[in-house]
């Protein structure tokens, strides 16, 4: 996890005002949390640190392409990534770190906080579970389409066909 280093945000030598931080997603930051190959070398992160008195506003910007292939046609496919996500840090007189929704309360002693594991969490949450060429309003290859159109007229073909056909008209 040293690589992860750098997503160490020590706070306690922070003023209280807005600060500002990126990074980059690669592989390298990803073999850290999972086998999968994403191809996400163009992600960037943005991150809003807004430190106050008793709490800290995080404010993430997940901006990029991811390139994957497409689960209809198979083709290669670019998904454009455009997020954001919200996280609070508060502070609670307690020995471990709790999260609840989008809450972190970390121990009143606390001085800093790693952001990688919320970067990944929030770059998990921003890619589609079902990525087809319509997510960027380009068309699926036509060939694998007309074969779907064929499908649909075999009566027993399997249900979840429905669904992709649906998605074509
Ligand atoms: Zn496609």
Known sequence: MKALKSYNILFSGLKNTLHHFD???NDEFLKNFTE???NVNNIKIGLDFDKNENFIMLDFQINGIIKT???RCLDPLDINIDN???LVIKFEDT??????DEIIFLPLESTEINVAKYIYEYLMLSIPSYKTHSLNKSSCNPEIVAYLHTEKKDSDRDPRWDKLFEETN
């Open 23 to 25: 990074y980059t997603i």
């Open 69 to 71: 292939t497409c689960d």
């Open 84 to 86: 954001t996500y919200q």
């Open 36 to 38: 999968e190959k994403l």
């Open 95 to 100: 020995s471990e770190i709790k999260e609840e």
